[in-house]
């Protein structure tokens, strides 16, 4: 009933909401090998259907991950990701965007395991020239342990918006003019990765790992980058304006998106940096503007 009503208000806000900004284009999905390439453990990494679906695994002695072959200044990147069902405490499966230098800009989805029965966390959080500490988390309106759903990234000059099948979850602004540093000219590479993290992730560190239950599998699909490729050392996208994804469409939230996100966020969010007075007494400047109060 509870995910029959969700389908209904959010079609509902749909319909309400014609004519307005258009969505993120629908990610087009490429095998693995267009776009990605091992990082780590590679042979933790099985592939399927040509290289169109893989798995990961984690167990005690290792997990993996894979990487983007190329480096993006701005773009949407998109991924269909199943998470480790059942059992899931301690582990951690990210999906992420970052620079390499010490002052690193860095765009993070973290998917936070826990008992089976027990919801798993969506953490977000975004770096900017070295500096995080902006978390925000949030429960999911579905199962993500029983199929695939569309977790993206869209990121120009003017904002990042994290999307979870194409609704708003977190929208973070160009502040500049406010003192707070945005990714701008730090070209980054994609990353997803499945590791253990019982020191922090669930309950923070009270859960641990049962690794009678290993391994861990989480599974992925669609693989689709829509980016300004540039070297490592760019400092600007060539195309700046061309794109689609930074047409004034684009430059902020539609009337519909907004209206998503503050549902997610009276009936999903569990903790905002921005509303966490014992960790800073005094609102960060980018809150008001991204309207994360």
């Not at 480096?71 to 990147?77: A, C, I, Q």
């Not at 919801?119 to 579905?142: C, S």
């Not at 342990?145 to 194409?166: C, E, M, P, R």
């Not at 969010?269 to 966490?276: A, E, S």
Request: proline share 5%; glycine share 8%; aromatic share 16%.
């Amino acid at each position: 009933m509870a995910r029959l009503f969700t389908a209904l208000f959010l079609c509902l806000l749909g319909v309400a909401s014609r004519g307005t900004a258009s969505p993120p284009r629908k990610p087009v999905d490429v095998p693995f090998q267009k776009n990605y390439v091992p990082t780590w453990a590679g042979d933790h990494i099985k592939y399927f259907n040509g290289g169109n679906e893989v798995q990961l695994s984690l167990d005690k002695y290792t997990g993996t991950g894979f990487q983007s072959k190329g480096s993006y200044l701005f773009g949407h990147f998109s991924m269909q990701i199943k998470l480790v069902p059942e059992d899931s405490a301690g582990t951690v499966t990210a999906f992420y965007l970052s620079s390499q230098n010490s002052e690193h800009d860095e765009i993070d989805f973290e998917f936070l395991g826990n008992r089976t029965g027990q919801p798993y966390i969506l953490q977000t959080n975004v770096f900017t020239g070295g500096k995080g500490d902006r978390e925000q988390r949030i429960y999911l309106w579905f199962d993500p342990t029983k199929g695939y759903h569309y977790y993206s990234i869209l990121w120009n000059s003017y904002q990042i918006a994290f999307l979870v099948d194409d609704v708003p979850i977190r929208v973070f602004k160009n502040s500049k003019d406010l003192g707070v540093r945005f990714p701008f000219n730090q070209p980054m590479k994609i990353y997803s990765s499945l590791w253990n993290a019982d020191d922090w992730a669930t309950r923070g560190g009270l859960e641990k790992t049962d690794w009678s239950k290993a391994p861990f599998v989480a599974s992925y699909r669609g693989f689709h980058v829509d980016g300004c490729e540039a070297s490592a050392a760019a400092t600007f996208c060539a195309t700046q304006g061309k794109r689609w994804w930074d047409q004034r469409d684009f430059q902020d939230l539609d009337g519909l998106q907004y209206r998503r996100l503050a549902w997610v966020r009276q009936k999903y969010t569990i903790y905002n940096y921005c509303t966490d007075r014992s960790r800073y007494p005094t609102m960060p400047p980018e809150c008001q503007r991204d309207r994360d109060v």
